[in-house]
């Protein structure tokens, strides 16, 4: 074989070997960043079966409150400023006999204690979730971790949100259940 043959064997197999290498750094991302996320799939798992687990320690402590104080609130909203998602018409209620209003009443008052239940949970619950997301950031990196992040925040405003409808002072709360 002529040399300059040989110098083109040379380079293309130096090509090939670049091109493989390239190839296998690609396939052993994907792999890792694949296991990174059934890592988190995982650590979420069990995040989530530790937040029923809090959800049971905590819904005494919010059942005692809402008992206590928290049903009062809720009713004396309603009675001052109507039920939420009603129109907002002077004297309606009080043309409703009061077996209805009391009916109408039940689900407000059942939707406002869950809000309580599961707000109290997601506060109990802030140091798991960091743990996670320190876990998350290694593994995953910042992307997803702000993913969960915001997810979690949305959750919590929305809760704040409903409870703030039904009259409840959301700092006293959050100082509470905390």
Known sequence: MNPFTELLVQICLVLLAILLAHRVIKIVR????ASAFRQIDGMMKKYHQSVDSVEEEVRPKVDLWW???GRTCVERHIDA???PGLPNVPGLQE???DFMQEAMKLPVLDMAQHSAVQLAVQLATEEQFNTL???????????????????????????RGHLTTYGIDIDEFEQQFA
Request: aromatic content about 0%; proline content about 2%; cysteine-free.
């Open 81 to 83: 400023e109507g039920l």
């Open 67 to 69: 008992n206590t104080s």
């Open 133 to 159: 997301l320190e876990s998350a950031r290694k593994r995953a990196g910042q992307e997803q971790v702000d993913k969960l992040r915001t997810e979690r925040e949305k959750v919590i405003e929305s809760l």
């Open 30 to 33: 994907k792999q890792a960043r």
């Open 95 to 97: 043309q409703m006999p």
